[in-house]
């Protein structure tokens, strides 16, 4: 090369030593940085990834008694005094029923191709079962339409916890094997009513944050209906009957449907990355996993879980077996956290590490910073269950987000922890883990279940008094991420 440095090799060298480059013309600094963004080109994410938000029905809508909605056990469980922080309810929420257009141009301009929601039940069958309410069904459409008039693909969950209170009041909710049946017939109905509008479907979103805490032996969400051992089995049971009778009425009625679900999937990771440690994380994901996912991708309850269950094992029969793990054409996972373990000589081939009190969190009390999560769950989903078609269908947190006087929000800590989080879901990329898209949670600040209106985990915030929504910080590095499909 001689003596004289090209201009492009200095400019290469002073940027790598953030040394600020000599003036130059504009035009020729910005070439040299996009040779410099091109040696980076390994944290893309594949062609197609499909990137996009998450919401949910009950927690966006509002307009809980407008156009026929029926009641939902949330609707009610809001209402008692004292079982969601300062008694907020979903009774307004985000208005998104009535915002959605906006919500949209919003969702457009962050250049997502991909929209999470849930329809709600009682919209479209207000009792549960039987009489249909058109304009709920209305709703969908509209909404459906617009996405689709913004290039964005709708990605729609049948159940996202709002279960209608007619089902509740008939048969005790999911206790009772007729709403697995009744959540089989309204699946298969708005498959059939939205199949030229909506290709993804997923059955049934979170069965243990449902089952488990709302039905589970000391509940905490609704219904809050407190179940012995051998009464939750079952109920979990039901739930994933309820999924596997949808799966299969979704194919009935709509042609073209691709059919997953959006599970919160416990996941186990290995702290110290070799091969003893990683058998042992693919151990503990089984066994963490025993009530739902596991009937679900291998058509069996383990025998382990039944024994530990004995005389409490749920009833079943080997043509439900059949009908729970109907197959999938993707799984989807909601990812926050992951459980740590390592190997040990003990019965069950690991332990369980208890994360000390200064692990990291924000301010969600269960939300441990764990960005390998991102990895290691789709990572042990292909090797332990050969999945071979992911989405993670959530993935987010709640901080402390604060407006400034000029009306900005600054979310810095939540751009750090999503930042981190996608650099590891695109470690699992690069190495041919079949993930397929992302749906940050949320797109809006939300009714956050039992927390109310306390924690948000939009990227855009809302003023519940106004509506108004201003976006966050952490959209514009969304939007960024998006624009180049990887990380700067
Ligand atoms: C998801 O649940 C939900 O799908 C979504 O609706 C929700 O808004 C979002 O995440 C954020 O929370 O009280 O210690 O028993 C997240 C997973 C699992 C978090 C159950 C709360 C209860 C913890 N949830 N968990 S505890």
Redesign the pocket.
């Known amino acids: 090369m001689g003596t004289k440095m090209r201009r492009r090799d200095f400019l290469k060298s002073a940027s790598t030593l953030a040394v600020a480059p000599l003036a130059l013309p504009v035009s020729e600094a910005l070439a040299a940085q996009s040779t410099a963004a091109l040696q980076h080109a390994a944290l893309t994410f594949p062609k197609g990834f499909v990137w996009g938000t998450a919401t949910?029905s009950y927690?966006v809508e509002g307009a809980v008694k407008e156009d026929g909605r029926g009641p939902s056990i949330w609707d009610t469980f809001s209402h008692i005094p004292g079982s969601v922080d300062r008694n907020d309810t979903g009774d307004i929420a985000d208005d998104f029923y009535h915002r959605y257009k906006e919500d949209i141009q919003l969702m457009q301009r962050l250049g997502v191709t991909g929209f999470r929601f849930s329809i709600a039940w009682s919209r479209i069958f207000p009792d549960g079962t039987g009489r249909v309410n058109q304009k709920g069904l209305d709703f969908y459409k509209r909404l459906t339409d617009e996405l689709r008039a913004h290039d964005i693909e709708p990605f729609c969950t049948l159940f996202?916890?709002d279960l209608p209170q007619a089902l509740q009041d008939k048969y005790e909710g999911w206790r009772g094997r007729e709403t697995a049946k009744a959540f089989a017939e309204y699946a298969g109905f708005v498959a059939g009513q939205l199949h030229d509008r909506i290709h993804n479907w997923m059955t049934i979103?979170?069965f243990?944050?449902y089952i488990n805490?709302g039905y589970g032996e000391k509940p905490?969400n609704a219904p809050k209906m407190q179940s012995t051992r051998k009464q939750l089995a079952q109920t979990s049971h039901n739930a994933i009957l309820a999924h596997g009778l949808a799966v299969q009425a979704i194919r009935a009625n709509a042609k073209n449907a691709r059919v997953g679900i959006?599970q919160?999937t416990n996941g186990a990771m290995p702290v110290v990355e070799t091969p003893e440690h990683i058998a042992a994380a693919k151990k503990a994901i089984r066994h963490f996993n025993e009530p739902y996912d596991v009937p679900i991708l291998e058509g069996k309850y383990s025998d382990r879980y039944l024994k530990q269950l004995g005389g409490d094992a749920p009833q079943f029969t080997a043509e439900e077996m059949k009908i729970i793990s109907s197959p999938l054409d993707f799984y989807g996972v909601?990812i926050?956290s992951t459980i740590e373990v390592v190997a040990a000589d003990n019965e069950d081939g690991y332990l369980v590490l208890q994360h000390p009190k200064s692990y990291p969190k924000l301010v969600?009390?269960?939300?441990y910073y764990n960005p390998q999560s991102l990895y290691w769950i789709p990572r042990l989903m292909q090797e332990v269950w050969n999945v071979k078609e992911m989405y993670v269908t959530?993935n987010?947190c709640?901080a402390e987000d604060h407006m400034t006087e000029d009306g900005h929000v600054y979310d810095t800590d939540r751009v750090n922890l999503l930042r981190n989080y996608f650099t590891q879901m695109q470690r699992a990329t690069a190495e041919g883990i079949p993930v397929r898209g992302y749906f940050l949670?949320?797109l809006l600040d939300?009714f956050?279940?039992t927390r109310g209106y306390t924690?948000r985990?939009g990227i855009i915030y809302v003023d519940y008094a106004s509506q108004k929504r201003t976006p966050k910080l952490s959209y514009d590095f969304y939007q960024a991420v998006i624009a180049r499909n990887g990380l700067a």
């Open positions: 949910a927690q996202h916890w979103n979170e243990p944050s805490s905490h959006a919160n909601n926050y969600a009390d269960w939300l959530e987010g709640a949670w949320s939300n956050e279940w924690q985990f």
